[in-house]
């Protein structure tokens, strides 16, 4: 598709740097974690992510007006991307439902850092992996105190972004626009509803939570999604995962600003030392083709 027939939205993102694009996909999804957290009383944490990813399709589905008809190889992208999207979100806030959002999403990113350090054999790479065991260590030990079912739950959710990252670069690259990115939103949603239906019930259908829902989806699913994938056609994996370093940082902040949840000093030590980890594997690692 040329770039003249891209519909507005795409050419509105199309005008920002995709540094930026990413910085502000993480600012936009760390707050919104913030504010799902706050529904969980109501909906609980999987009544929270359906209406996250239903109201999410919806928008997308509207701004994209995606076509259905794909190729297999394609089809199957979309479907392994919404899949993988709706086991990502259902494991993290779960999570995020016994332990705080910055030693979530800190735990949680060890997803990427396997990504940046797969199949390496240097000693270097070696020496990153340490420092972020090391920080996890301090996360769950004897002075973090957290719930062992939400750190379960939080490393699941670090292997599906770890899957996350791997397939967006592939729909990025199979897709026009933001049109593989709604149909998979659609395929979460389905995969997300049965889990949302039994854990919240007709509480999903209360106005003011359907209200909540949309907000959470805009911050947390439609504009960090967008952004990514955008940015993702413009930068290669290796920047795009540097910049992904500051999510833990963020998530820190966001819980402590939005949430009240105060980290002990050595959480916030651990919170650094995954960070960089991450930055130094990523930096470390081969240059992208």
Same mark, same amino acid.
């Given at each position: ?6 519909? /507005? ?8 740097? &995709? ?21 969980? @009383? ?22 994209? =007006? &995606? ?44 997803? &990427? ?19 972020? #065991? ?9 002075? #973090? ?12 959710? #670090? ?32 995969? @997300?509803?049965?889990? #949302? ?9 209360? &106005? ?25 056609? =413009?930068? /290669? /994996? ?48 081969? /240059?992208?083709?």
């Amino acid at each position: 598709m040329a770039h003249a027939d891209r519909l /507005p939205a795409a050419r509105l993102l199309g005008g920002v740097p &995709p540094t930026a694009l990413v910085l502000l996909g993480i600012v936009s999804v760390q707050v919104g974690a913030a504010f799902a957290k706050q529904l969980f @009383a109501v909906a609980g944490s999987a009544g929270t992510v359906t209406l996250r990813l239903v109201m999410a399709a919806l928008i997308l589905v509207a701004i994209w =007006r &995606p076509q259905v008809r794909l190729d297999r190889r394609t089809l199957v992208t979309v479907v392994v991307y919404g899949t993988v999207l709706a086991a990502m979100n259902l494991f993290f806030y779960a999570a995020l439902a016994r332990i705080p959002l910055g030693a979530a999403v800190t735990i949680e990113f060890l997803g &990427p850092l396997a990504v940046a350090v797969a199949g390496s054999r240097r000693w270097i790479d070696g020496l990153w992996v340490l420092l972020a #065991g090391t920080g996890v260590l301090l996360l769950t030990g004897f002075q #973090g105190g957290l719930l062992w079912t939400g750190v379960l739950f939080a490393l699941a959710a #670090g292997a599906c972004w770890a899957g996350y990252i791997l397939v967006t670069a592939k729909l990025g690259s199979q897709t026009s626009d933001g049109q593989g990115l709604a149909l998979a939103m659609v395929v979460g949603a389905v995969i @997300a509803l049965p889990f #949302g239906i039994t854990s919240a019930g007709t509480a999903m259908l209360d &106005p003011l939570v359907l209200a909540a829902g949309f907000a959470v989806a805009l911050m947390s699913s439609v504009i960090p999604y967008s952004l990514e994938l955008e940015a993702l056609r =413009r930068m /290669p /994996p290796r920047v795009f995962g540097i910049l992904m370093s500051m999510e833990p940082v963020v998530a820190a902040l966001a819980g402590l600003l939005l949430l009240g949840e105060e980290l002990k000093p050595a959480q916030w030590v651990a919170v650094c030392c995954v960070v960089i980890a991450s930055v130094g594997a990523t930096r470390s690692a081969k /240059p992208d083709a």
